[in-house]
Structure formats: C-alpha cells, structure tokens
C-alpha cells in the first residue's frame, strides 16, 4: 500500500467519532481531502439533544447529465469495548495501528466505517474530471439508527 494512503487511514482512524465525542475532528480532515481532492463539497449538519451530526458530500460532476456513481460509507465509530480488548493498539481504539508488512490495519472504525470513507475518498479524488464520463458522489454519514437525523 503506497504511503500516502497508509497516512490517511491513520490520520483518519486517529480523531475519536465515538457516541459522546465531537465530530469535528473527523468532518474537518475529510472536508481538506475533499477540497485538495478537487470536489464540490456539501456539508449537511443537524443537531440533536444528544448530538450534532455532519454529514458530507464531495462531488465530482463532468455535466454529462449521467446517473452518479454514489460512494456512501459511516463516519461514526460506535461505542468501543473495554480498552483490555485493544491490544494491538495498546489499549486505546483509536491509536490506529498498521502492520505494513502484513496490511492489516487496526483501530476503531478501520474494518466498516472512517477507513472505508478514506479509501473511497482518495480513489475518487485520483480521477481527473475531463476523464468522467458520469458523476461520483462520495458521502459520508454521520449518526445512527437511533440518533441520526435520517
């Protein structure tokens, strides 16, 4: 895995979107990917008594009038289990850690939610506009079934 992408999924897996914990970080570090990644950049935000919520979408559109490919992943974490469980990461989930030699990667959100956005994310953003042929969408949602704003 080249470099630059190793950096990102740990950038990425490092800021906390845990229940309970600012979004912020998180939202900020994608919207700079998605602005040096040349998209249009939408930023969705609603609050609840719990928790804000962002939701962001970068768009790359060559105006062919063509149905967008959508990318969609998960912001959010989820509640982490006892840090006793963490050991590859010394006990905190989000101190990503990756194996280079083997590729695994491990932390909170790197097998279903912020490393898949990442990675879909710096996929998108290699793809020169001239060279589209229909639009890609690249979403990332925050909240969850029980608090999310729908």
Request: hydrophobic fraction near 40%; glycine fraction near 12%; charge should be negative.
């Amino acid at each position: 895995m080249p470099a630059e992408v190793i950096q990102a999924v740990r950038d990425v897996l490092s800021r906390d979107s845990r229940p309970g914990h600012p979004i912020g970080t998180t939202i900020d570090y994608l919207m700079d990917r998605f602005f040096y990644g040349e998209f249009h950049i939408l930023e969705q935000v609603s609050s609840s008594r719990y928790s804000e919520h962002v939701n962001l979408i970068g768009i790359k559109d060559p105006g062919t009038g063509a149905a967008p490919l959508w990318l969609l992943a998960h912001l959010g974490s989820g509640a982490a289990p006892s840090p006793s469980t963490w050991s590859r990461t010394g006990g905190d989930p989000v101190a990503a850690t990756i194996d280079e030699r083997s590729g695994l990667c491990y932390g909170l959100g790197a097998a279903n939610a912020k490393a898949d956005m990442i990675l879909k994310l710096l996929a998108a953003a290699r793809i020169d506009l001239e060279r589209l042929k229909r639009p890609i969408y690249v979403i990332g949602l925050s909240g969850d079934e029980g608090h999310g704003p729908g």
